[in-house]
C-alpha cells in the first residue's frame, strides 16, 4: 500500500452491499486474481489502520477482508457471516484463523460451522464490529471513527492470543465439539474440515494456521460432497426459470388468501401467509373443525414464542389476521384460495364448482392436492386458466418445497404469480406438470415400491434401512412408516399387505404396539420377532421365496436406480422441466442427503451405463418394473449426463 501522506484506509463500498462473497462458479476453476489471501495479508500488515464500513450483507470473502481490517463498522442493518460450509468449503482466506482469534473458539465453531449469518448489533457484542454507525451516514461516520482510532498502537488480529489462549489449555474442546454435533455432522466432509481448520488456530503460528487452512479448503474444493453441495446452490435457485415465463412477467397482487380445510395441510398453508403479514380467511364444515384447526395454529406460534423466536405481540398479530369461516361464500373477495381438503375427486370438485360461482374475477384457484389429477378439478370450473396446483410438503410451515402444478390450462400469469408467491413465503418452488404423484412423491414411491417387495425377499426392515441410512437418509423406509403411523400409511389399502396384517396384529407403529420394529420406553426400535413372522408369513402367502439378506450396495441399486429411471421418465414425459428440478424435489422434499447431489446428480457420479445395465440385470430378475426408460437408455448410450453439462 503506498503512504501518500493518508493517516488511515477506509474500506467502504458503494451500491447495495459491502462485499458478499466469493463469485461462486469461480470455485473449482483457476481463481482469477487477485488472491484474497494476498489483500488480506495486506490489509493487515499495513502500518496504517484499516477500517471496514459494512453495509449490505458482509458475507464468505467479504466478511474475510473485513475481519483482515483493524477495525469494523457496520451500520445496524448489515448482516456478516461465513456461509462457505453451505457449498461444502470453508472460509479459505484467513477466516478461520482470525475469527477465533477474535472472538474464541467455541463462538468461531458455532458461526463457521452453522454458517449462519448474525447481525451488525450481535457482531458488536460478539467484539467482530467495533462500530455501530447509523444507517444514513455510514461513510461519514466510519470516517469519524478513523480518527478517534489514528495514532492508536495497531493490534493485528493475527498478533492476538488472548481469546485463544483457554483452548490451549483445553484441547478436548475439539473433540466435545465432534461428539455433540456428529449426528448434524453425519456424511458431510465441510464441518470436520472446518473443525480441523479452527484446530490450527490454536495449536499452529498463524502463518501455519493459514497454510493449513488452504490445505485442508482445496481438499474439500475437489470432494465429491461440495461439487454436490454446489450444483445444488444452483439448482434451487434454476427451478424459477421456466422457458414461457419471463423475468419480469406480470404478476398479480396477493393480498389476501383463503385456505379450505384446517387440516394438517391446511393450518400449516394458512401460516406461510399469516407470517408474512397476509390475511387469511380459513373455511372449515364444522365449528369444532374449526376451533381445532386454529388451535393448532395459536400451539404453533405460541411454541416459537417460548422459545424465543417471536414476541407474544406478534403471536396475537397474526392470530388477528385469521378470519373464521363455514360457509365457501366467505371466499367471496380473497386474491387467492388454496384448496385442502380431504384426498378425494368428488369432494374437490363439488369445492372447485362452488368457488366457480363465489370468487371475484381473477382471483387464483388452487390445489394441494398429492395425487388427484388437476386438470379434472379445474374442468369443474369455467375458468381452468385461473386453476393451478400448489402442493405443499408436510409440515407446510417448515417444509420449504413447494411444487407448483401447472394445468394444462393454467395462465402463464397465473403460474408466473404462483412462483414468485413461493418465494415470497420462503418456499423453493419446483414446476411440475400433471401426473400421479407429480415429481417428489413420485419418484419416492419407487423406493417405497421396492423396499415393500425386497423385505419379502431375505433382507429385514433393519438391514434395508441401515443401508438408507448409510447412504445419507434420516430415516429409512420403516422406521419412517413406524413413525408416521401404519393405520395412516395403511388407510386406503384395498388389498391384503404386512402393513394390514400389522395393524390386525394391534400394531400402529412407534406411536402404539410396535410395528416394523419393537420400541421400548425410549422409544427406541430394535427388530421385531412378531414383525418378521408377519413378513414371512405375508411372503409365503405370495408364494415368495426368502433367500437371505444383501450387501448394503446392491440393496441401494434395488431401492435407488428405480428413483433415477423414473426421474428420467418424468424428463421424458415433460412433467419436470430439468433434472436439477427433481434434485431440489427430492432433497427438500424427502431429505435425501444433499451431499449426494440428489438421485439425477448422484445418477451421473454412479455413471448412466453401469445404472442401465443393473436396471436391465433387475428386469430380467425381477420384470417390467426395473425396465430402464429411453430417455436413461439414450443418455448413456451417447456417454451424456443428466446433469453435467
Ligand atoms: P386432513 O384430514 O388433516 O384435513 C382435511 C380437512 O378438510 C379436515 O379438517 C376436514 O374437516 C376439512 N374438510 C373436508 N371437506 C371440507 C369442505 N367441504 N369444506 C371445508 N373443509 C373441509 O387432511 P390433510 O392431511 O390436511 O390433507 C389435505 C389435502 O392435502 C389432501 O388433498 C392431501 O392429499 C393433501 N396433502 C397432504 C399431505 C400430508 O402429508 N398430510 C401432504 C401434501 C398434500
Redesign the pocket.
Known sequence: MRDEGAQAVLIVCAGRTFFAGADISEFGKPFEGPDLKAICDLIDSSTKPVIAAIHGTALGGGLEVALACHYIVAVPSAKLGLPEVHLGLLPGAGGTQRLPRIVGVETALDLIVSGKPISARRALDLGIVDHLASEAVLRGDAIAFSATVVGKPLVRTRDRDDKIAAARGRPEIFAEYRAANAKAFRGFRAPEAIVQAIEASVTLPFEAGLEREWELFKQLESSPESLAQRYYFFAERETARIPDVQKDSVTLPIASVGV???????GGIAMNFLSIGTPVTL???SQE?LDR?IAVIRRNYDASARKGRMSTDEVERRMALITPALTIDALADVDLVIE????EMS?KKT?FAELDRVSKPGAILAS????LDLDEIAAATGRPEWVIGL????PANVMRLLEVVRGAKTSVEVLATAMKLARTIGKVPVLSRVCEGFIANRIMKRRQDQADALVLEGPSPAEIDRALYDYGFALGPFRMIDLVGLDVIGRSATERSVVGDLVALGRFGQKQGGGYYDYDADRRATPSAVAADVIADFAVSRGIEAHGGLPAEAILERLLFPVVNEGAKLIEEGIALRASDIDVAAILGYNWPVYTGGPMFWADSVGLPHIVETLRRLEAEHGAAFAPCDHLVALAEAGRSFTRE
Open positions: 379450505i380445510g384446517a387440516g394438517t395441510m391446511g373455511v372449515e364444515t373443525a384447526g385442502a381438503v380431504f384426498e369432494v369445492i394441494n392436492t398429492s395425487f402442493h405443499f410438503f408436510s
